[in-house]
């Protein structure tokens, strides 16, 4: 499968790499190179893969499946639902070493970052991303657009819905529901359900 990642910065660095570690692991995939919106990365080949053009060049370039390498959760699902609608086919994305469980189901465009712990029963939404070393507990629901940083822990029965930022090193108590795109801030624990759009910080996490 050819892969063409949108995005060169730092979140598509990190797919590309993946890709790389997914290939050697000896999974059928083949990372074409990125697109970006910015021209002064359009000459450079960030990880030894050529920077081809604007975003907007997706339709034009030889490709099986897209992935999104954008860390903002709102720019994320704007383009993947526009692209989507486009026709645009989007493919998840495991490293080697995450440690999914047998049920769980990743949507597409989502990425399982390296020693990630997907545990049994839970569910990654589309175009989501699960950074490395983050621990997510039996029946998780992570929803679609979702970021969950490196280091984040979950325990059993948590809901997070969709476009929430669950920052470094967070960790949520079981059954907790974080509303759709609220925020979680770096080392929090999160003891109570957080409304929708809601920044919460600190142990035990409160409203900011």
């Known amino acids: 499968m ?10 598509g660095q990190v797919l590309a790499d993946a890709l790389r570690f997914a290939a050697e692991a000896g999974q059928p995939v083949t990372p074409v190179g ?3 919106d910015n021209p002064a990365l359009w000459q450079r080949a960030p990880l030894g893969l050529p920077v081809l053009g604007a975003l907007a060049a997706w339709r034009d370039i030889d490709h099986d499946a897209l ?3 954008i860390g903002a959760n709102r720019r994320r699902c704007e383009l993947y639902t526009a692209l989507a609608a486009e026709g645009a086919h989007f493919t998840a994305l495991r490293h ?3 440690l999914v469980g047998h049920d769980v189901l990743v949507g597409p465009g989502s990425y399982i970052g390296a020693y990630v712990i997907l545990a049994a029963g839970s569910v990654v939404g589309a175009n989501a991303i699960v950074h490395g070393n983050a621990v997510i507990g039996h029946h998780n629901h992570i929803g679609d657009h979702v ?8 325990a059993g029965d948590v809901n997070i819905e969709t476009g929430v930022m669950v920052g470094i090193g967070a960790n949520i108590l079981p059954q907790q529901r974080i509303g ?17 759009g809601v920044t919460v910080v600190g142990v035990p996490a409160r409203p900011l």
Do not use: F, K, M, N
């Open 2 to 11: 050819r892969i063409l990642i949108l995005g060169a910065g730092g979140q």
């Open 147 to 154: 970021h969950i940083a490196p280091g984040v822990h979950t």
């Open 96 to 98: 080697p070493t995450a």
């Open 67 to 69: 992935l999104l390498g």
């Open 180 to 196: 759709a795109w609220a925020v979680v801030g770096a080392g929090a624990v999160v003891h109570r359900e957080v409304a929708p």
């Open 34 to 36: 990125y697109l970006d």
